[in-house]
Every structure is written in structure tokens, then in C-alpha cells.
């Protein structure tokens, strides 16, 4: 699972006293985490303008809904108040699992003709797709298929089965995390990821992201996950 970046909070000077407060202390606030890529990197693939927009903009509101929604449900559950922790619910699974899938988003893309963003010719991979797909060709028109599919707004994944120990193409809504499986590749197709440069043409963009996916950090998430 992807490490979440929190800024650590200073220690207080004088004790705290409710428990709800206590953890909110030590755990700190969720933060936005750095691209390990410039903007342009990922040209002609997503160009410079969606990347900074989908950056700066939508994953920074998610991560400030998901620490206002925390903050909210710290304070109610301190008053033992119930019913309003759970009708907080939606607004952890939203912001939350957009912070997660977007933070999964950013390490799996590579900059264009880097040597992550080549499929490998052997390991462990290469050997299971070859073994659950049949060769990369098919997969990706699994995945693009699948993903194209997707009503509204939500993500493609390429998720390994532990129960299974497969590769399996998966969707998931909104910002629904990936639960069932263990995320490989994931595929934002919600329009802010593509739109300004692709309009309303899925195909050319689901197409063109293959260029900058990186299998490296793939091949990473598989090994982890046999």
C-alpha cells in the first residue's frame, strides 16, 4: 500500500487530555507528495497543463477534505457523538481514497522514453502477464477496454488476486480505493485526467499512457504482493 506523507506535529507543552485529541497529536496532518517527475515529463502522453492542474488542484482538495473530515470526526467522536461520525463516512471514503489512488496515480506514470516506461522483456512481470494475459498487447486492450467502460467518473486497475495469485483487471467508482486487490497499475479516468488534452475521446488517452506507465514500479507492487 502507498505510503501516505503527513507533516509531524510539534510536542505539546502541556498534556492533552482528551484521547481523540491524543491521536490527532500523533499522527499529524496528511500533505500532498512531490512528483518524482517535472510537469512535462510525461509529454505528449499528459501534457504539462493537465499534470500540474490534476496535481496542485485536485489532489490538494482532496487531501484538504480528507484532513477537515478527519479533524471532524476527531471532534465527534470525542463527544461520543455517533450518528455524526457516521454520516462523516462518505467524506473519509471520498477524499481518502482520492488521496490514496491519486498518490498510487503519480508513482505508477515514468517520464517519456525513460527506461521504466519500457515493458520488460523478462522477470517477474513479464511473467505474469504472460501467463494471466497471454502476452503486454493483450493486456492493455483488457485494461482499455474495461477502463473505457467506466461510467462516469472512477479508475481501471491492473490488481493481483492474492486468493487467485492472478492478474486481474479491475474498476473502480468515484474515488473508491481499490480494496479487493492489490493495486499494480491504476488509471484515472475521471475527465480532469485527460479532457483538456484529449476532450472526450477515452480511447486516444488511454492509448497514449501506456507511453509513460512505469513498469518498474509495477514490477515493485507484484513482487510485493506474490
Known amino acids: ?55 496542485t488542484k485536485h489532489h490538494q482538495t482532496y487531501v484538504n477534505g480528507l484532513n477537515a473530515a478527519e479533524e471532524s470526526l476527531q471532534k465527534l467522536q470525542a463527544s461520543n457523538d455517533v450518528k455524526g461520525a457516521i454520516a462523516l463516512q462518505p467524506a473519509l471514503k471520498f477524499n481518502g481514497g482520492g488521496h490514496i489512488n491519486h498518490s498510487l496515480f503519480w508513482k505508477n506514470l515514468a517520464p517519456t522514453g525513460s527506461s521504466q516506461a519500457k515493458f520488460p522483456s ?65 488509471i484515472d479516468i475521471w475527465e480532469h485526467a485527460f479532457y483538456l488534452q484529449y476532450k472526450n475521446v477515452k480511447p486516444d488517452y488511454l492509448n497514449a499512457i501506456w507511453d509513460v506507465i512505469n513498469f518498474e514500479e509495477a514490477e515493485k507492487r507484484l513482487k510485493e504482493a506474490l
Open 122 to 186: 523478462s522477470g517477474a512481470l513479464y511473467d505474469q502477464v504472460q501467463a494471466d494475459f497471454g502476452g503486454f498487447e493483450n493486456l492493455k486492450k483488457e485494461v482499455n477496454a474495461k477502463t473505457a467502460a467506466v461510467q462516469g467518473s472512477g479508475w481501471g486497475w491492473l490488481g493481483f488476486n492474492k486468493g487467485t495469485k492472478k492478474l486481474e483487471v479491475v474498476t473502480t467508482a468515484n474515488q473508491d480505493p481499490l480494496l479487493s486487490h492489490v493495486p499494480i497499475i491504476g
Open 1 to 55: 500500500m502507498v505510503a501516505i506523507a503527513r507533516i509531524a506535529p510539534r510536542v505539546a507543552s502541556a498534556p492533552i487530555k482528551a484521547r481523540a485529541f491524543a491521536v490527532m497529536s500523533s499522527r499529524g496532518k496528511h500533505t500532498l507528495p512531490e512528483l518524482p517527475y517535472a510537469y512535462d515529463a510525461l509529454e505528449p502522453s499528459i501534457s504539462s497543463e493537465i499534470m500540474t492542474l490534476h496535481h
